[in-house]
Structure formats: C-alpha cells, structure tokens
C-alpha cells in the first residue's frame, strides 16, 4: 500500500500535495525496513545499526532500484527538492545521534587513559592517509576528474580513507554493550579526536581547492576556533548547562521544557562550530557531553530523548546512508579492483596505526587490536568528504562510489570484529571494580539521587538534616532546594535561611569519591522562600523533579508519634522522603561528626535503601557502619533448621559488600529474638553515634512506619534518621 500511494503521487508532480505524501512514503519505508532488518541484526547479534543500512541498500538502486527501476526513482529521486527534504531530516539525525552519543560519553573514564586515546587517534589518521595520498599521486590519470589537480584528489583520498565515523562507532560500540568498557570509551574518545582532525584537515584540503587556492587566514580561523571553541565548552559549558536546565524546569509549566532547551543548546552549539568552519557535527556532540555533564534530571531527558532518537532519526540518516550505494558500479572489474584497493587501504592502514598508536599509549596488544577493529568503521563521514570532493571538482563519480563501498563494507565489517576481538580483551582489575560499582548503583537508591528538597526550621532536627544532607550532596554532586519550615527564622548560621551555608560547609568537608577532582566546585543549594504554608509549598516544589524530600522539624514527637508538622509536610510529597530526629548529643551539637552509624537491616528493599544511606554519610566523615540483623526464631523452628543462618549471611554479606565498593568498613551483628526489642537494647550500647533506618510507610492518614522504628524513636538513644525510600 506504501509503494501504490508512493508511486501514485510521485507520477503526478504537480499535485499541491505530492511532496508532503512522497516524503511520508519515504519515512514510513525507511522506518518499516529499518525497523525489521535491524531487529533480524540483533537477533543474530549484530548491531541495529547494520540492518539499517542494509535497509537503506536495499531501497537504494542496487536492489529496488534493479527490480522496478522506475518506482525506485520516483519514489527515492537523485535530485530536487524531495531529495533534499529527506537529506535534511537524515543531516538533522546525525545531530542528534551525537547529541545522544555526548550525553553517554563519560569523560571522567577517557581521562584517565586520554593518552592512548590521542595516540591512536593519531596515528591511525596518518597511516591510512598516507596510503591514500599515495594511492591519488600513482592513480591512472583516466580516472582523475582533473590531472592538473592531482595534489587535491589525492589530500581528499587520504582524508576519505583516514577519518572513523564517530556517529557509526559510538552507535556500534553503544548497541554492543560496550559503552562503559574501558576499550569501548577508548574507542569513542579516538574516533572524535578523529573526527575533530579529520575536519580540520578538510577544511584545509578544501582551502586549497577553492578556485583562488589556500586561504591561509580561512584555515587559521577554523584551527584556533575549534581550539578556542573547545576550551571554553569544557571550561564555561558545564555550569551554564545546569543553569539553562534547571531553570527552564522550574520557570516553565508546559510539558517538557527541559527537552526544548537541549535541542536549542544544541542548535546554537551546532551553529557555533559550523561559524568556525569546522562542521555543526562536532557542536552536537560537545553539546551532548555538557548535558550529560549536568547533575540533575538525567533519567528526563534520557527517557524523552532517546525514545526519538532511536525510534526516527536513526533509522531515517542510516536508511539514507545507504540509498547513496550503488553497488552496480562495482561490476566494472576496473571499480572493483579501486574500491578493493580502497578497502585494504583503509583497514591496514587503521589497523596498524592503531596498534602502534596503542601501543605507545600503554595499552595490551589485544586492547589494541580491539582498538583497531573499532576504528575500521568509516560510515557518513566518508560520505560527506566524498560529496564534497564531487563539489569541488576534484573527485568523479566513480571515485565517489568506490569510497561510498569501501565506507559501507568497513562499517559492516566492524561489528563482527569488534565483539571477536573484545571477548579476548580481560577486564583489568580496576575496571571490573568499576564495572561492578556501577551495576550496583544502577539498582541503588542514593547513587541515583540527583536533587533533594529539604524542608527544615532553625532547630536541632533541622541544623542536623542540613548537615547530613551537606555530607551527601558533597560526595556525590547533588542539588539541593532548602524550603524554610519557619518563616520567622533568622537569616543566621543556624537558621533555617542559613541552612544554605550548613549545606555547603558540610559539603566542602566530606570525603570525595574516587576520581573526582581535588577541587570540586562548591554544592550547588537555594533558598525558595515561603508563599504559602509548607505543607502547600512542597507538593509545588515537588513537581520540578526532587528524588527525596528531607524533614527536619522540631518538636518531630509528640505524644508517642510523629506531630502534626512533621506528619503533613511528609505526607504532601509525593514520593521518597527521610525524616531527621536529633537526640542525644546531636540535640545540643548538631554539627558533631559520627564515628559509627548503625543501620538495622531485614533483606528488604527499603532496609537496603536505608543502609546505602548510612554508607554515603559513613564514607563522608571517615566513619565506621554497623549493620544490625535480628532474627527471629519462629515457633517450631528446630535446632538443626540453617536456614535463617544463611538468609542473615546473604544479607549481611550484601551490606558489606556495598561498604566494601565505598570504601566503607561495616561491621555485622546478628541478634535472636523480636526487633522492636533487640534494637533498642543495640542502643544502649553507646557505641553509636547515629541511627539510619530504611523504613516503609504504613496506610492510614497518619505517618507510621510499624513498632520497630517506634520502639527506636520511644527508647533512650543517638539521633535518627528514618529512610522511606517507597514513598
């Protein structure tokens, strides 16, 4: 049905709407055989990305073009408008494609090996440029467009041959599973060293071959631009992005606004580069990186962007990738034996500089050859550099096609090679450490906090939930909102408007996590003052995206159960919420720092959540968790029955190893008989200084989390922090 509406309204041109429909057909068939060839590719383990090319071919003149040559080209036109309305959609693909490819590039990863990445980078270009420009300089002069321009041909040969397609590795190594290998960050950190030169040297290649020759001050513009562009992105870039996102977020109530931002932060960077002379394709990316950099609303925007991204765009720029092959050319034995030639060019060239490149940089020889595998796939970039070869004159059609085949078969080739090659690579000890950290947080609770809402007044319970919330926030890069409980509260140290200033000292005191800087910038915390009671406020607050709301309020009981205050202000967020209750010493000197925290813990989710909670606060003041399992005998339990010896050993051992990945000691303690006694008996040890407990709401209209965490809050004892991380 497709093809008949395709085919009806391409027949007649001079309907008012043929063009609208013909553009639809197209989408829908680049999106239908997209779809389904890349799911076949997945099925067999290959990457999506390859079904959509194949898609693209087999649309493009090779195949439908060779079965019904006439629909074909109605339906795909090589020229005019239609034509470039699908080009459009596809070059603003690649814009987001890389946009997506930033936003996972995790430049704290590539940091540490950054010297491996350049190396390879480097060396991979020169290689295969060289063999290039030799290939141009020796070329019969029957396949040269113009022999008197024979330099030019061949700097734009050794460029096509040299340059890895960032969009189709980083697409590759993302759809493999291997973004977060430290091969696979390689990969992609050499690829936009690649593609950032790659550009470079077009841009000089295509000075020279302007009609009034190099332009020196053009050329110059385009080196120091890129380098001034770059430093000021990374420099300036991360703190102006927060700022865009969080306040398009906050200022504005119509759905998705946090998506629109990116897109313009994106058009506007794009723009930037393209003003410079480099190309919009390295602005998209550097803007992606700056979003990905930001600290909040990361699951948003991943969600919302993603879903687009790979559902339409990419489908759409590697289906049209692929309509630009005609692999018809290659029955010429002549074509065939150049774009061979081409090929062997290419990967031995990038095979080998890679592996000198790793080589120098530290790497195994076996990282290095995944390395090379990696770095083979050419893909669109090929495509554009050839395209304005064509422009310039300097490159003829058939030169056109070969480096259109030799790009398709190094791309399709790159897969199979990659995973062959990376499943002989070993993880190295300190990133399978990594690896597992990062899994483990994935599932976690703190680790995917993002921004916290603290509603807190100017007594003990709130100068304590500031400073708790300072020694998170300060190991882990969280965004915090204080909401003033007490609108009378003086603007002091102590007060619940000086709660900013206990946020932040916190913050600077904790310990940093591994690999972040000595020098990281001050806790990002704001004020928003009270326009309405807050029990009213943090329902609005909360629907600018806080993944925990923190309650600080004195008195916190009353009577045996929570008061009132405390009750209302919980129960009107919508979502998870901690409560902090100072006793003891905390009560008089909120700002005394915690040798041990005791987390009591029952194989539950949220007991889990509440025990990572005491970890992070543990691991920002050097302090030591005990995490306490009670059990109890149920009746007729017989004396030889181990179960419940190996239920409290898998528990405990899941506590410990969480401390273990923070750095964190945790000392286990097993108890036999009821919790709501055995707990509180803990207690009266002395040995601690706070209680962190992961707690679950019971139903009703009052705040009530069961007898334990009462029996806890009702005993004589250190501070409290109860966690509901279920909302």
Known sequence: ???????????????????????????????????????????????AVTGQLIAGVLLGPSVF?????????????????????????????????????????????????????????????????????????????????????????SLFLGTALSISSVKIVAVVVRDMGFMRRLVGQVIIASAIVDDTIGWIIMAITFGLARPGG??????????????????????????????????????????LPVISAILVLMGVMALITYAIGVNTFLGAFVAGILVGQSPILTKHIQEHLRGLIVALFMPIFFGVAGLHTDLGALASFSMLLLSLGMILIASLGKFSGALVGGALGGLTVRESLALACGMNARGSTEVIVATLGVTAGVLNQALFTAIVVMAVVTTMAMPPMLRLALSHVPLRPDEKQRLEREATEARGFVANLERVLMAVDDGPSGRLASRLVG???????????????????????????????????????????????????????????????????????????YDLLVVGVEPARE???????????????????????????????????????????????????????????????????????????????????????????????????????????????????????????QLLSGQHDLVV????????????????????????????????SQG
Request: no cysteine.
């Open 693 to 724: 407990m992961g707690v679950s709401r019971r139903p009703g209209d009052t705040l009530f989390f069961g007898d334990v965490p009462d029996a806890v809050l009702d005993s004589t004892g250190p501070s409290v922090v109860l966690v509901s």
């Open 65 to 153: 073009g060779a079965i019904w040559p006439d629909l074909q080209r109605m339906i795909f036109p090589s020229g005019g408008e239609q034509t470039s309305t699908i080009e459009v959609v596809s070059r603003f693909g690649i814009l987001m494609l890389l946009l997506l490819t930033g936003m996972e590039t995790d430049l704290g990863v590539v940091k540490p090996i950054r010297r491996a990445a350049f190396t390879v980078s480097v060396t991979g270009i020169v290689l295969p440029f060289a063999g290039g420009f030799i290939l141009g300089q020796f070329m019969p002069l029957a396949m040269l467009p113009d022999p008197g321009r024979r330099l030019i041909t």
């Open 214 to 255: 190099f332009d020196l001050a053009t050329v110059g513009q385009s080196v120091i631009g890129t380098a001034l562009f770059l430093i000021a992105s990374f420099s300036l870039g991360p703190r102006a992005t927060f700022i865009l996102i969080r306040w398009a977020n906050d200022k504005f109530v119509m759905e």
């Open 559 to 681: 009577e045996g159960r929570f008061s009132a205050r405390v009750g209302q202000v919980a129960l009107s967020f919508d979502g998870p919420f901690a409560i902090v209750v100072a006793r003891g010493p905390h009560h008089e000197d909120p700002d005394r720092t915690e040798r041990d925290i005791l987390a009591p813990v029952t194989g539950t989710d949220f007991s889990r959540h509440g025990a990572e909670v005491a970890i992070a606060l543990a691991r920002a003041v050097n302090a030591t968790v005990t995490a306490l399992y009670v059990e109890s005998k149920s009746v007729g339990q017989s004396r030889g029955d181990t179960t419940g010896t190996r239920n409290e050993a898998a528990i405990l051992r899941e506590i410990e190893q969480l401390g273990e990945q923070q750095g964190v000691t945790v000392n286990a303690i097993v108890r036999r008989g009821a919790a709501e006694i055995e707990v509180p008996r």
């Open 471 to 545: 020694l998170i926030a300060g190991s882990r890069r969280i965004v915090t909102t204080v909401l003033p409980v007490d609108e009378a509260a003086e603007a002091e140290p102590g007060s619940a408007h000086g709660a900013e200033a206990l946020v932040k000292g916190a913050g600077e005191q904790a310990e940093k996590p591994e690999g972040r800087p000595e020098k990281t910038p001050p806790v990002d915390v704001e004020t928003v003052r009270p326009k309405a009671p807050v029990e009213e406020m943090v329902p609005e607050q909360a629907r600018k995206g």
């Open 1 to 47: 049905m497709v093809l008949t509406v395709g085919s009806a309204f391409a027949a007649d041109p001079g309907h008012t709407e043929s063009g609208e429909v013909l553009f639809i057909v197209q989408v829908v068939l680049l999106l239908i055989s997209g779809r389904l060839l890349g799911e076949a590719m997945q099925r067999i383990g290959q990457p």
